[in-house]
T-cell receptor
Framework: DAGITQSPRHKVTETGTPVTLRCHQT?????MYWYRQDPGHGLRLIHY???????DKGEVSDGYSVSRSKTEDFLLTLESATSSQTSVYFC???????????FGSGTRLTVV | GESVGLHLPTLSVQEGDNSIINCAYS??????FIWYKQESGKGPQFIID?????DKRQGQRVTVLLNKTVKHLSLQIAATQPGDSAVYFC???????????FGRGTSLIVHP
């Protein structure tokens, strides 16, 4: 998707290992979000950021941490991956006044 | 891995038919609604939005209808094409919040 890049696109990791997913944007949008998407569920918010070094928890934040040291990058870290964190992770960006999101292409994470 | 389309309500139509996808929302304070389209293996894409001071909005081949009395939203797609096959989901945003709540979605299958 134009202006927003997620990396890696796919990852397989072992239970108990740390994992970091990266979201990079070139739109200079203030707001960035991390969601997970699982069969049978809608998109669920993990964490979000409303500026550099300003982050807050979403509805499913347990087991995840985030960092935003630059406007363009928002990192999602699984400190010790568990099988329940196997999912597709989406990053999104927005400008508050326009409300709509632009989503990245997603990262498919498998924890074995 | 499992597709996000599994476990979702499914609407099957023939190419050229009109499609209607429905969404019920729960928060009477919601004042902004968005429809997204998600193709397999991709991130959600914005289709159309509507504010609560409107009851209808039209785009290219798509129309969104909002009935605040019964808290119901619908997306109509005219002359449905095979490229419209995807998962469609609505999002609602309550006034004063910039974080929407996403529905689980409906899988649209268009048969040529």
């Amino acid at each position: 998707d134009a202006g927003i890049t997620q990396s890696p696109r796919h990852k397989v990791t072992e239970t108990g290992t740390p994992v970091t997913l990266r979201c990079h944007q070139t739109e200079n949008h203030r707001y960035m979000y991390w969601y997970r998407q699982d069969p049978g569920h809608g998109l669920r918010l993990i964490h979000y950021s409303y500026g550099v070094k300003d982050t807050d928890k979403g509805e499913v934040s347990d087991g995840y941490s985030v960092s935003r040291s630059k406007t363009e990058d928002f990192l999602l870290t699984l400190e010790s991956a568990t099988s329940s964190q196997t999912s597709v992770y989406f990053c999104a960006i927005s400008e508050r006044d326009t409300y709509g999101y632009t989503f990245g292409s997603g990262t498919r994470l498998t924890v074995v | 891995g499992e597709s996000v389309g599994l476990h979702l309500p499914t609407l099957s139509v023939q190419e050229g038919d009109n499609s209607i996808i429905n969404c019920a929302y729960s928060n009477s304070a919601s004042d902004y609604f968005i429809w997204y389209k998600q193709e397999s293996g991709k991130g959600p894409q914005f289709i159309i939005d509507i504010r609560s001071n409107m009851d209808k909005r039209q785009g290219q081949r798509v129309t969104v209808l909002l009935n605040k009395t019964v808290k119901h939203l619908s997306l109509q797609i005219a002359a449905t094409q095979p490229g419209d096959s995807a998962v469609y989901f609505c999002a609602e945003r309550a006034g004063g919040s910039y974080i929407p709540t996403f529905g689980r979605g409906t899988s649209l299958i268009v048969h040529p």
